[in-house]
């Protein structure tokens, strides 16, 4: 049974940093695409950034992209997202997910079919 657990939200002032994890269990990942989702109150869910697991190459959206870094440890199966320079309208529910196949880019919410329960992160003026 695949587990995908966040951690690390939290309250920050605009300009400041965060640093998210993603513990992932329940099976091997080697054939997957592990990424992060946000989403707004009202608002749809957005692509935040993914790593192709089996080569642990990341891409990003390109809001995020010079911000936010991607990263992981293979021998956990944690995945850890380093945001800088975070503004207000980044705040919101910080999703990890999973998605089978190592095809990349999976920028679309319905490509991944595991989710985790959420970190809320909020940015602050």
């Known amino acids: 049974q695949v587990q995908l657990v966040e951690s690390g939200g939290g309250l920050v002032l605009a300009g400041g940093s965060l640093r998210l994890s993603c513990a992932a269990s329940?099976?091997?990942?080697?054939?997957?695409?592990l990424g992060w989702f946000r989403q707004a109150p009202g608002k749809e869910r957005e692509f935040v950034g993914a790593?192709?697991?089996?080569?642990?190459?990341?891409y990003y959206a390109r809001s995020v992209k010079g911000r936010f870094t991607l990263s992981r440890d293979n021998a956990t199966d944690t995945m850890y997202l380093e945001m800088n320079s975070l503004k207000p309208d980044e705040t919101g529910v910080y999703y990890c997910?999973?998605?089978?196949?190592?095809?990349?880019?999976?920028?679309?919410?319905?490509?991944?079919?595991?989710w985790g329960q959420g970190t809320q992160v909020t940015v602050s003026s």
């Open positions: 790593i192709r697991w089996s080569t642990g190459s990341p």
């Open positions: 997910a999973a998605a089978r196949g190592v095809q990349v880019p999976k920028v679309s919410w319905y490509e991944y079919e595991y």
């Open positions: 329940g099976r091997s990942f080697s054939f997957f695409n």
